[in-house]
């Protein structure tokens, strides 16, 4: 079995069981290199403020999150290896579990020392289609004291800290957007990663519900 095959299936175990999983991509695979080379080509002003919610609700909140974004786009041969990527990831998921998935969106994260993401949820109950949440680490060499850990809170329980990952590269998590509540600590240096979120098809008047 291709080993890409192996560590699909250990998400999809992961996520039929508990709905939360913590996996390790192999270093050498080639869509993690695109993104560290798409990575070393990026300026500061490829970057720009996160803002929360979509298109009209549209808001800059400088105190619920401070990181910098930018969109991946198919279009670039180096960022859309890992589109790719996530749509093998994405029809996977689709024949273990049948989860209905159609479209997979997501964005680099930049957050300089200091930034945070305060305690949310990617999605709310029967408010959205985006019904599963990835995030993957780019930080070569993370030690624990740098902090900037991606703490998840209890599922049931909001209040409860579950666990703390550290953003190590190649640590893929991948988690229901609507169930886990999480946080991004503040860092003592530059954090990388790259958050992005499957959604499911819900159409209004024959329309595709447009992503983002
Ligand atoms: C997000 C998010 C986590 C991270 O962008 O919604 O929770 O560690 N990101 O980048
Ligand atoms: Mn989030």
């Known amino acids: ?87 093998e990831l994405k029809n996977h998921l689709n024949r273990r579990l049948f989860m209905g998935l159609f479209s997979y969106e997501c964005h680099f994260a930049h957050y300089e020392p200091g930034a945070f993401y305060k305690k949310h949820l990617d999605a709310f109950q029967g408010n959205t289609n985006r019904v599963l949440s990835t995030v993957l680490y780019l930080n070569q060499n993370w030690q624990a004291d740098y902090g900037g850990e991606l703490a998840i809170f209890d599922a049931h329980d909001h209040s409860i800290l579950q666990q703390k990952i550290t953003p190590q590269f190649g640590t893929l998590v991948t988690f229901l957007s609507d169930e886990y509540p999480h946080e991004v600590l503040p860092a003592t240096r530059p954090r990388y990663s790259i958050a992005g979120w499957f959604r499911v098809n819900s159409s209004v008047n024959g329309q595709i519900d447009p992503p983002r």
Not at 48 to 54: F, K, L, N, Q, T
């Open 1 to 87: 079995m291709h080993t890409t095959d192996e560590l699909f299936d250990r998400i999809a175990q992961d996520l039929r069981v508990t709905g939360l999983s913590v996996q390790t991509i192999d270093k050498t695979e080639p869509a993690l290199q695109a993104l560290v080379q798409r990575l070393s080509l990026f300026s500061g002003s490829d970057f720009s403020a996160a803002g929360i919610g979509r298109q009209t609700e549209h808001t800059q909140n400088t105190e619920i999150r401070s990181d910098k974004i930018h969109w991946l786009d198919s279009g670039h041969a180096l960022e859309n290896t890992f589109l790719m990527y996530m749509d």
